[in-house]
Nanobody, 114 residues
């Protein structure tokens, strides 16, 4: 199983970023996918998840209405569109899949600062 995140960077408050996760090594269209983040001083938290067919999504309270998760089962990718970013969104964002155990990507840094 391999998960490779991309798309992080530095953005000003109010800006947008789109993260992408390229997955391989498992049957992607049968797996729910999740995005987590690790922010300074806090435990890793789940920010969004999406079911295997993409029909349902979950969002953490802190990102509801600003972040949107989507997937492309033909390309084996899951994206996280992040809008109206705030300084408290700063952290390392990880792609995750649970296949009897958790698999993680290497993470991508998102920094929201003026």
């Amino acid at each position: 199983v391999q998960l490779v995140e991309s798309g992080g960077g530095l953005v000003q408050p109010g800006g947008s970023l789109r993260l992408s996760c390229q997955a391989s090594g498992f049957t992607f269209n049968r797996a729910a996918m999740r995005w987590f983040r690790q922010t300074p001083g806090k435990e890793r938290e789940r920010v969004a998840s999406i079911t295997s067919a993409g029909g349902n999504a979950y969002y953490g309270d802190s990102v509801e209405g600003r972040f949107f998760i989507s997937r492309d089962n033909d390309k084996n990718t899951v994206d996280l569109q992040m809008n109206d970013l705030k300084p408290e969104d700063t952290g390392v964002y990880y792609c995750n899949v649970n296949l009897e155990k958790n698999y993680w990507g290497q993470g991508t840094q998102v920094t929201v600062s003026s």
